[in-house]
Every structure is written in C-alpha cells, then in structure tokens.
C-alpha cells in the first residue's frame, strides 16, 4: 500500500495531542459513560472520526459488568463467536479458548482490546457521573461527577448498562442475620471457602443458576430458594482451538451483520408460531440447529 500525504505529520497532529481525562474544566465533543462492551465500541467509532471523546468509568476497570460481577460461575451465555466486538483489529488476532468463555477470559479479552486499541488513555476510572444537565445557553451538557468536577460535552452517551444498579432486597431481619452474606455482583476477591458451611443461594436466574453449578459441587450443604422455576439448559460449552476459529474468521463480518440484523442479537430470530405448534421432531431439529 502506498500513502500519499502533502503534509507531513506535525506535533500538533490529531494522534499526539492528548487530552487527559482526569483534566478540571474538560470541554468535549461527546463524554461517554461506561467502559463496558458499548462504551468501549463507541470510543472507538467516535474517536476514530476525529471527536473529542472521553469515557467516564466509575469502576476501576474495563468491561463493565464483566468487572463488576466476579462470583464463582460466572460465564458467558451466548456462545462465541457471536459474543464479541466486530472490530477487526480485535476478532483478528483475538483466539477463544472456551466456546462459552468464563469471566477471567473474558477480562483477558478486554485487556487485549486495551492493547489494539490504546482504549484506558481516554478513561477516567473511578468517576462516577452523579449528574447532567442540558444548558440550552451554551448548547452543552454540565457533567457533574463524584470527585467534584463539571465537564463540559455537546454530546452526553450513557452506556451504563441495563444492569449497572444492584439490587439489594429489604428481607425482614437482614440486618440481624448472624452468617455471612455476599451478593453476586459485590463478590470479594479472595476466594470463599464453603467446604465446611451449610448454604443458601436465593434466586435462579442466570447469576443464581450459575453460583449453585458451582457451590454445589463444594459446600458442605447447599439449599436453593426460589420463586418462580426457570428453565435451564445443558450449555455444552467445549474447548476451541485456533485452527478452527481461524478458518471461519472470513465469515465473521458477515456473520456480524447477522448478528445485528436480530432483535436478541443472535444470528437466529424469532419464530412467527407457538412451541408446541410443531411436531416433536420438527421442534427438536429447530432447538438443535439453534
Ligand atoms: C455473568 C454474566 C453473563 C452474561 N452473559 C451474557 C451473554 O451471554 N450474552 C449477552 O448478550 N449478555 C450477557 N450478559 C449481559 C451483559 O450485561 C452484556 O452482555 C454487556 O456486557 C453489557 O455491556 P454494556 O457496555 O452495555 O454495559 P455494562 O457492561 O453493564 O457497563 C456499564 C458500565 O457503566 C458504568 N456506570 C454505570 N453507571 C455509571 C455512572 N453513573 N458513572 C460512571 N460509570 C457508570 C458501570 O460501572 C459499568 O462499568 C452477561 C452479564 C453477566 C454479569
Ligand atoms: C480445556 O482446556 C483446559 C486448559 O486450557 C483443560 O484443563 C481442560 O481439560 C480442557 N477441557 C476439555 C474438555 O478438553
């Protein structure tokens, strides 16, 4: 490839003036807040256009709710490759090692997107957005944040996450309970021990189904309490290897708008009839080839 350039790069080119986002009194084009799968995507697009682009973070690390949610079992529950960003730089050079990754890897992935795409420079971790408001004087939001500061942004993108808000429940007497309580998306970093401890796990959805898999294989006793049942599914996650992953990366850019074209973001949509609307055999080859 040749480039053809009649200026030659300058130290006041766009690349070399960096702006740090911990600056008082920063004046932006676009503040993103949420360094998770969408903030991430969109400071890449953006800054990639020539935008003024931050991210505010108030976590202090990459991939949103995959920081924040480190129970035992967590894991992804779309299984690759549709679960990734579609930016080549990354699928690329990027190799799976579970067809559904666990938490770790999936934090190992985002420490290699940092790597490609020089992502934390335009991050300010540890800076919670307490408040925005439109001033129509000025044409820009004010952007106040946790240690104090006001940032100025034409353009105010919170990706936040659908489930960025924990939820504590207000059991009776949840204050007076004598055992050790941990909530799923709050875990410490050190390991719990439960070999020698009677448990409970309250709730079934993802989280909880993936707890129990885990816990119930160590702890001493294990009760479930649920509400209402869910369905689960055997999840059949495999090793991959990279030979196999690498011979069908010339389909994933296609594969990709698939994957956009979908309302669950899958490469597969919805079915205009009722389950049982099929035959055994039919509904069998369908949830199979799905
Ligand atoms: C264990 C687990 C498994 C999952 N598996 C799947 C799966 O298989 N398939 C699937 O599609 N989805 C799955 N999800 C859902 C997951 O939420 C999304 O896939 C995706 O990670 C969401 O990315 P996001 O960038 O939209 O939001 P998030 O990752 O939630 O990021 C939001 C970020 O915004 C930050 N933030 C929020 N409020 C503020 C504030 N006021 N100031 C500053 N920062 C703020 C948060 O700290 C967070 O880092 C899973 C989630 C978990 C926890
Ligand atoms: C998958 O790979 C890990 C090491 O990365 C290995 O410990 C595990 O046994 C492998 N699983 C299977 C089913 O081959």
């Not at 894991?75 to 549709?82: G, K, L, M």
């Not at 890897?105 to 925005?132: H, M, P, S, W």
């Not at 410490?188 to 448990?199: G, L, M, Q």
Request: hydrophobic share 35%.
């Amino acid at each position: 490839m040749t480039i053809t350039t009649t200026s030659p790069p300058t130290s006041n080119s766009k690349e070399e003036e960096h702006i740090d986002p911990y600056m008082n009194n920063l004046d932006l084009d676009i503040l993103i807040v949420g360094a998770g799968f969408s903030g991430i995507y969109l400071l890449y697009n953006l800054r990639k256009k020539g935008y003024k682009v931050k991210v505010f973070e108030g976590s202090n690390g990459l991939g949103g709710t995959w920081q924040i949610n480190r129970y035992p079992g967590a894991r992804v529950d779309s299984d690759q490759p549709v679960y990734q960003l579609s930016i080549p730089q990354i699928w690329k050079e990027w190799t799976w090692k579970e067809k559904f990754p666990g938490g770790e890897e999936i934090r190992q992935y985002f420490d290699f997107c940092d790597k490609i795409l020089d992502i934390k420079k335009d991050v300010a971790f540890n800076t919670k957005v307490i408040g925005a408001n439109f001033k129509k004087t000025e044409g820009k939001w004010m952007i106040k944040t946790n240690d104090g500061r006001i940032t100025k942004a034409k353009y105010f993108l919170p990706c936040i996450g659908f489930a960025a808000k924990r939820y504590i429940p207000d059991f009776p007497g949840i204050e007076t309970f004598k055992g050790k309580i941990y909530h799923s998306s709050e875990w410490p970093k050190f390991e719990v021990d439960v070999s020698e401890k009677r448990c409970a796990v309250i709730g079934t959805g993802s989280s909880g189904v993936q707890i129990i898999q885990e816990w119930g294989k160590r702890a001493k006793s294990l009760v479930v309490f649920q509400r209402t049942p869910n369905l689960c599914l055997p999840m059949s996650s495999r090793n991959l290897t990279a030979e196999e992953q690498n011979i069908q990366k010339h389909e994933y850019p296609n594969y990709f708008l698939r994957r956009e074209a979908h309302f669950g973001g899958f490469v597969f949509g919805f079915l205009p009839r009722d389950t049982f609307d099929d035959t055994e055999e039919e509904r069998e080859k369908i949830f199979e080839a799905i």
